[in-house]
């Protein structure tokens, strides 16, 4: 079994900083890769980074260069850190974990565990 638990989120006027944090905890002998999702009204899950064992982060096109994706001080945890927020960053923001070494894709269907999102919203 294997949890994952977000924290952070809220509301912030655009330009604002937020930082939302996960982990992941239970059956996880294989280091997972970790990944942070998000969702908005109507639209499709998109990807918003993946960290893999090896540190190494991937970002989706809409926010590179404002958000970074980080381990946490503890084993098992990503950090985001968003700058510059827009109003289109409004969305739930989802944590992912998947076994492996190897990080998917940003493919929703690839990822096995999920958290139940918080809420992220950017007003102008």
């Known amino acids: 079994q294997v949890h994952v638990v977000e924290s952070g989120g809220g509301s912030v006027q655009a330009g604002g900083s937020l930082r939302l944090s996960c982990a992941v905890s239970?059956?996880?002998?294989?280091?997972?890769?970790l990944a942070w999702f998000r969702q908005a009204p109507g639209r499709e899950r998109e990807g918003v980074v993946t960290l893999d064992p090896y540190g190494r982060t991937r970002y989706g096109e809409a926010v590179k260069g404002r958000f970074t994706g980080s381990q946490g001080n503890a084993k098992n945890t990503l950090v985001l850190e968003m700058n510059s927020l827009k109003p289109e960053d409004t969305a739930m923001y989802y944590c992912a974990a998947e076994p492996g070494r190897v990080c998917p894709p940003f493919i929703p269907s690839a990822f096995d565990f999920w958290g139940q999102g918080t809420q992220v919203t950017v007003s102008s």
């Open positions: 239970g059956d996880t002998d294989i280091a997972p890769c």
